[in-house]
C-alpha cells in the first residue's frame, strides 16, 4: 500500500522563526490533508490540498502531486504552534486515511 | 452540530469489562470513520462506515471490537473484554461523502484499561 514519510520527525523553534515541514507518498493520492493536533490531543484541519498551494494566515502550504509531494510552511511561529503536525493521505479506491508518524514541533519563548 | 461529538472523553475501565464510545458526526456527513491512536503514534484505521452500512472493517483489530451506525448518524463502536492493549485515544471523524472528501475529527476518548 502507500507509504507516507513526514520530515523533520522533531522540530525546536524559537518564537518568530520560519520552518519548512514535508510529506512524501510513494503512490498517487487523491486526498492529502495537514492536521495539527494540538498538546490536549485535538486534531485541528489546516489544509485539504490534493493539488496546488493554499494560504491562511501564518501557514501556507504546497503539494506537488507529479513529484508525489507536500510542503507545509510555517511562518512567523508563536508558541502555540507546538504540538505534532500530520500529513494524511487516501489513494484509489482506499477509503480510509493514511497517516506519516508526524513532525512534532515545540516553538521556545 | 456545529462539529464532530464524542463521548464519553475519557474512560477508565477495569480489564475485561465492556465499553460503548460514542461519535455523533457533523450533520449531513454520510461517512463516517473510527481510527485510534496509541501513546505517541500515528492514526490507526479501524473501521468506516458510508451511510449505515460498514464496507471496511478491515482495521478491526480483533473479535471483541464491534461498531454499528444507525440513521445515517450517531456511530457506536463497542469493545469487549477489554484488554490493557486497548488503551489509547479513539477518534471518530465523518466527512460529506466518502470519496474526495476533507474529514473532519472529534475530540477522541481517552479509553485507560486497568
Known amino acids: 500500500g502507500i507509504q507516507v514519510e513526514q520530515s523533520p520527525p522533531d522540530l525546536i523553534l524559537q518564537e518568530g522563526a520560519n520552518s519548512t515541514l514535508r510529506c512524501n507518498f510513494s503512490?498517487?493520492?487523491?486526498?492529502l490533508q495537514w492536521f495539527h493536533q494540538n498538546p490536549w490531543g485535538q486534531l485541528i484541519n489546516l489544509f485539504y490540498i490534493p493539488s496546488g498551494t493554499k494560504q491562511n494566515g501564518r501557514l501556507s502550504a504546497t503539494t506537488v502531486a507529479t513529484e508525489r509531494y507536500s510542503l507545509l510552511y510555517i511562518s512567523s511561529s508563536q508558541t502555540t504552534d507546538s504540538g505534532v503536525y500530520f500529513c494524511?493521505?487516501?489513494?484509489?479506491?482506499?477509503?480510509?486515511?493514511?497517516w506519516g508518524l508526524g513532525t512534532s514541533l515545540a516553538v521556545n519563548p | 452540530g456545529a462539529g464532530v461529538s464524542q463521548s464519553p472523553s475519557n474512560k477508565v475501565t477495569e480489564k475485561g469489562k465492556d465499553v460503548e464510545l460514542r461519535c455523533d458526526p457533523i450533520?449531513?456527513?454520510?461517512?463516517l470513520y473510527w481510527y485510534r491512536q496509541s501513546l505517541g503514534q500515528g492514526l490507526e484505521f479501524l473501521i468506516y462506515f458510508q451511510g449505515n452500512s460498514a464496507p471496511d472493517k478491515s482495521g478491526l483489530p480483533s473479535d471483541r471490537f464491534s461498531a454499528e451506525r444507525t440513521g445515517g448518524s450517531v456511530s457506536t463502536l463497542t469493545i469487549q473484554r477489554t484488554q490493557q492493549e486497548d488503551s489509547a485515544v479513539y477518534l471518530c471523524?465523518?466527512?460529506?461523502?466518502?470519496?474526495?472528501?476533507?474529514?473532519?475529527f472529534g475530540q477522541g476518548t481517552r479509553l485507560t484499561v486497568v
Open positions: 494524511a493521505v487516501n489513494a484509489g479506491n482506499n477509503r480510509k486515511l493514511i
Open positions: 450533520s449531513g456527513h454520510t461517512a
Open positions: 471523524a465523518s466527512s460529506v461523502r466518502v470519496r474526495d472528501a476533507e474529514a473532519f
Open positions: 503512490d498517487s493520492v487523491n486526498n
